[in-house]
């Protein structure tokens, strides 16, 4: 089974600033990474797949790059509706697929 | 637009049973695999089991923890997706979501989640 191990566990970060959230496979996954968005009370948001394509309708602030194991989800410039918890997926070996822990992103 | 709606949730008794559904509209259920993931109260994402479209052998994966206890099944009639829960405990207590698969086929077979319901809360508890 693939460990994915996020980092940090929280990020404080202010509207208008870059956030970085890092994701660790613990062998190589390729570019089978998906990042995902999810805000209190709601579903999973796929945000990126493919290590690095954005999902339909995923503003251009969010990118997503890296393979292999080490993978990073950058958001430019943090918007009000963007504080939330991501998680990453890796999907290249399978069953199981496995998510990180998750990155809460919170407003500093 | 693509919906996927969960239903059957409850609270339940260890050692019962519970039936998930999973309602889909807005695409071709036919062509696509299809998956439920829990999240445990205050915990991240664990997925449970997954079942592939009847065009590749509809056969199905589930997770360590609810192996011999879960089932996964599909009725391509009514474009559901159902989740046979037996033998509960409480560590099963969670929010299941379902989810729509991408099947990808360049470089070996792999599946991702586009698209997810808004959650069904499935409570064990004595």
């Known amino acids: 089974e693939i460990v994915m191990t996020q980092s940090p566990a929280t990020l404080s970060v202010s509207p208008g600033e870059r956030a970085t959230l890092s994701c660790r496979a613990s062998q190589s996954v390729s570019t089978s990474l998906a990042w995902y968005q999810q805000k209190p009370g709601q579903a999973p948001r796929l945000l990126i797949y493919?290590?690095?394509t954005r999902a339909t309708g995923i503003p251009a602030r969010f990118s997503g790059s890296g393979s292999g194991t080490e993978f990073t989800l950058t958001i430019s410039s943090l918007q009000s509706e963007d504080f939330a918890v991501y998680y990453c997926q890796q999907y290249s070996n399978w069953p199981p697929w496995t998510f990180g822990q998750g990155t809460k992103v919170e407003f500093k | 637009e693509v919906q996927l709606v969960e239903s059957g949730g409850g609270e339940v008794q260890p050692g019962r049973s519970l039936r998930l559904s999973c309602t889909t509209s807005?695409?071709?259920?036919?062509?696509?695999?299809m998956s439920w993931v829990r999240q445990a109260p205050g915990k991240g994402l664990e997925w449970v089991s997954f079942?592939?479209?009847?065009?590749?052998?509809?056969?199905?994966e589930y997770a360590a923890s609810v192996k011999g206890r879960f089932t996964i099944s599909r009725d391509d009639s009514k474009s559901v997706a159902y989740l046979q829960m037996n033998s509960l405990q409480t560590e099963d207590t969670a929010v299941y979501y379902c989810?729509?698969?991408?099947?990808?086929?360049?470089?070996?077979?792999?599946?991702?989640?586009?698209?997810w319901g808004q959650g069904t809360l499935v409570t064990v508890t004595s």
């Open positions: 989810a729509r698969a991408v099947r990808l086929a360049t470089g070996g077979v792999r599946y991702y989640f586009d698209y």
């Open positions: 079942i592939r479209s009847k065009r590749y052998t509809g056969n199905t």
């Open positions: 807005g695409f071709t259920f036919t062509d696509h695999a």
């Open positions: 493919g290590a690095s």
